[in-house]
């Protein structure tokens, strides 16, 4: 990252693009892909190949072959299910900021209350007993 050149930079990026999409698709075909013999040793050098230096670079080639092409075409599909989402979150997120506010207020007033009870029947116990 401190280098003066950015292909460098790019090329690392690539590849933690890569490796985040292989990550989800292992994530939920893991246990489908964990039966295929020598699997781990498959996917050490599928990775080892994503990292090697130079025109060999496998991040880069998945990347400008398969995932960049797919991504552009469909862009705007992903933005708007993107938007949704932050939408959604939003409004799951102030609701539930509006139920914690409530609750919070609830045992307020609750504490409130019982520590006025408590006052009094001190009060009242501590005038009986003079």
């Known amino acids: 990252l401190e280098s003066k050149e950015a292909d460098d930079d790019r090329i690392c990026l690539v590849y933690w693009v890569i490796y985040a999409f292989f990550s989800v698709i292992e994530f939920f075909s893991d246990i489908f892909l964990g039966w295929i013999p020598f699997y781990y040793l498959l996917k050490c050098a599928f ?3 994503c990292m090697v230096p130079g025109p060999a670079n496998g991040s880069l080639l998945l990347y400008e072959k398969v995932l960049r092409p797919v991504f ?8 708007q299910v993107a938007n949704k989402a ?6 799951v997120s102030a609701e ?4 914690a506010t409530s609750a ?3 045992v307020t007033e609750y504490a409130v209350q019982e520590g006025l009870r408590h006052v009094k029947e001190k009060g009242i116990t501590a005038a ?3």
């Not at 552009?72 to 933005?79: V, Y």
């Not at 932050?86 to 409004?91: D, F, G, P, R, T």
């Not at 539930?96 to 139920?99: G, L, R, V």
Request: glycine letters at 0%; charged letters at 30%.
């Open 104 to 106: 919070a207020d609830q």
């Open 72 to 79: 552009l075409k469909h862009e705007k599909q992903i933005d």
């Open 86 to 91: 932050l939408s959604s979150a939003k409004e």
């Open 47 to 49: 990775l080892v190949w």
């Open 96 to 99: 539930a900021s509006n139920i």
């Open 128 to 130: 009986s007993e003079q």
